[in-house]
Structure formats: C-alpha cells, structure tokens
C-alpha cells in the first residue's frame, strides 16, 4: 500500500508560480512511476505531466509543456511539480498518483494509487 500526500497548493496571481510536492510512503518509491492530473470544476481529471521511476524520463500534457516540470527526488520519496507563468485555465484540484507497472503514463486508469489532491487557483 502506498500513501501520497500532496502539499504547496494555493491562490497566485496569474504568470506567478508555485511548487506542489507530493511525499509518499513505503520503501519502494523508486520503482513507481509518478503522475500529475488535475480536475477543474465539472470537468474530467486530466493528465498533467509524468516521470519514469529513475527519473530520466518526463512526459507533459501539451497545454503545460514549456510551463511545468516534474522532477522526484527518491531518496525522500517526494515528485515534485513546478508551476511557472500559471494561468487562470491552470485552476483546478490536483493529485498525484502512482503507477506500479510499465506501459502509458497518460491514462488516469493505470495508475494504482492517489493523493487526497491539492487546490489551485490561478487569478487574472
């Protein structure tokens, strides 16, 4: 069983930044692939960004890429998301989650566990 708390969530001004982290627990971090999603009010979680469990590879959504970076540091079972020049479409709750297998790390279906989430808000 793996636990994933999110934190860094919060209201900024739109082009600002922030950093959300996401800790989890268990000894077994670094074999998990990590993901980013979001949900914005009455819409589907989508995906956000991905990191392969060494690290070396990272996947982004198109309407993040450029403006996001994920990153983890497995020595303190933490993936990180830093949010730069965030927008008022950037609003929503998010989550990340973890995988435990191989294969896509786009679809919200194939990841196995998922943190509580954390807001967002971007204002204009």
């Known amino acids: 069983q793996v636990q994933l708390v999110e934190s860094g969530g919060g209201l900024v001004l739109a082009g600002g930044s922030l950093r959300l982290s996401c800790a989890a627990s268990g000894r077994t971090f670094s074999t998990y692939g990590m993901g980013w999603f979001r949900q914005a009010p009455e819409k589907e979680r989508e995906f956000v960004a991905a990191?392969?469990?060494?690290?070396?590879?990272?996947y982004y959504a198109d309407s993040v890429k450029g403006r996001f970076t994920i990153s983890r540091d497995n020595a303190k079972n933490t993936v990180y998301l830093q949010m730069n020049s965030l927008k008022p479409e950037d609003t929503a709750v998010y989550y990340c989650?973890?995988?435990?297998?191989?294969?896509?790390?786009?679809?919200?279906?194939?990841?196995?566990?998922w943190g509580q989430g954390t807001q967002v808000t971007v204002s204009s």
């Open positions: 990191i392969s469990p060494s690290g070396g590879t990272t």
């Open positions: 989650a973890a995988k435990l297998y191989s294969g896509s790390y786009y679809h919200k279906s194939l990841y196995h566990y």
